[in-house]
Structures are given as C-alpha cells and as structure tokens.
C-alpha cells in the first residue's frame, strides 16, 4: 500500500499480558516514530528510529516498553505486562528522513484497551 | 528545554466564524515548524513553515510563522462543520515534538 499500515487496529488485552504492535511504514522512508496518544491529549513521544542508527528510546515511559525495527523497514513496539494506563492509541509514523523537508506520514494507529 | 506550546485548548464557535489558532515554540537550532489536523485517526499534514513572515495557504486555512518572537499562528476562516478536529503543531528537536493539540469543535 501507499500509506504507512498498522496493526492490529484494535487490540484487548488482560493486565499483565504482553502485546506487540506492527508497524510498516512507507517504502523508502527511513526515519520511523511511534508515539502514544491518551484520550483527549496530544501526542507523547515514544521512540524514533533513523536509518542504521541507535534509535532515540528518550521517549519511552518504562522499561516495559521497547521497540525494534528489522531491516530498516517494519518496526514493533512491545509492552509487557500491560498495565490499565498504557491503554491509549499507538501512532506509528514515518518520513524520507529525519531533516526538516521532510513531514510525517501517520498510519490510523492500534488502540490498545487494557482490561 | 526544548518545547511546543499550544492555545488554546479548546475552542468552540459557530459555522462562518473565523479562528486563530497558536502555537509557541523553543527549540534549539530551529529548523521548521508543521501544522497538522488530526480528525479521527491519523493526523494529516497541512502546511511546513520555515521562513518568517511567509504565509502559507490552502483554500480557507493559512499560517505563518514568527521566528523572532517564536510562534506561528494557524487561522482558519468561515469555518464549517467539517473543519473540527484537533489542531497539532510539531517542531523536530532530535526526534519530532507536538504539541497539546487544539480541539476545535464547529457548530452549525
């Protein structure tokens, strides 16, 4: 597809277990964010990826968070034992770089319901 | 510390009203400043301000940015029903930033 794709685009989990989050990003593009949104607020950064490059994990609230990206393409953002407050909507978003010419492209993003 | 600031929150009027929307920032070594509306999901891009004093314009939106007093405004005239959604401003740091979001919501 032309447009940066996420999945699952729903996803109800029990407290405690583990969730993964995929994300594709647009062909090519090799800078890659995820960023979390709670209801009614903006947009929380999480963790950026660019190129080869050790990501920026500056973003991510707790060691229970960590994300990956394999071959410069897909990435996956891991939770374990999730808790109530990390229930929020996952933006996965990406663009040609990093330089400032360069506008993000999001996916519709994972809403992440912990019961 | 580098942030992005935006006001006001929330905003309500009626269908044909004009609308300013504001973004502060403070960044170290400024690149860019973008607008982007944010509806049910994605976020999508409306306009990337580098240059103060230049207005950026598409249909009834326009923005411009002051590099000297460090904001940008978006404004948005006879609004319609169709334009509410939560407005973000973004400025990239090392990574890219937003702001709180402006939600805006247009009656009829």
């Known amino acids: 597809g032309a447009g940066v794709s996420q999945s699952p685009s729903n996803k109800v989990t029990e407290k405690g277990k583990d969730v993964e989050l995929r994300c594709d990003p647009i062909?090519?593009?090799?800078?890659l964010y995820w960023y979390r949104q709670s209801l009614g607020q903006g947009l929380e950064f999480l963790i950026y990826?660019?190129?080869?490059?050790?990501?920026?994990k500056s973003g991510l609230p707790s060691d229970r968070f960590s994300a990956e990206r394999t071959g410069g393409s897909v990435s996956t953002l891991t939770i374990q034992r999730t808790q109530q407050e990390d229930s929020a909507v996952y933006l996965c978003?990406?663009?040609?770089?990093?330089?400032?010419?360069?506008?993000?492209?999001f996916g519709n993003g994972t809403r992440l319901t912990v019961t | 510390e580098d942030k992005v600031v935006q006001s006001p929150l929330s905003l309500v009027v009626h269908e044909g009203d004009t609308v300013t929307l504001n973004c502060s920032y403070e960044?170290?070594?400024?690149?860019?400043l973008l607008w982007y509306k944010q509806e049910k999901k994605a976020p999508t891009f409306l306009f990337m301000l580098?240059?103060?004093?230049i207005e950026k314009k598409s249909g009834r939106l326009s923005s411009i940015l002051d590099k000297k007093e460090l904001f940008s405004i978006l404004n948005i005239t006879a609004t319609q029903t169709g334009d509410s959604a939560v407005y973000l401003c973004?400025?990239?740091?090392?990574?890219?930033?937003f702001g709180a979001g402006t939600r805006l919501t247009v009656k009829p």
């Open positions: 978003a990406s663009s040609p770089s990093r330089l400032s010419n360069s506008p993000l492209h």
């Open positions: 062909s090519g593009h090799t800078a």
């Open positions: 990826f660019q190129g080869n490059s050790a990501p920026d």
């Open positions: 960044v170290t070594n400024f690149r860019s």
């Open positions: 580098t240059s103060s004093g």
């Open positions: 973004a400025a990239p740091f090392n990574d890219m930033r």
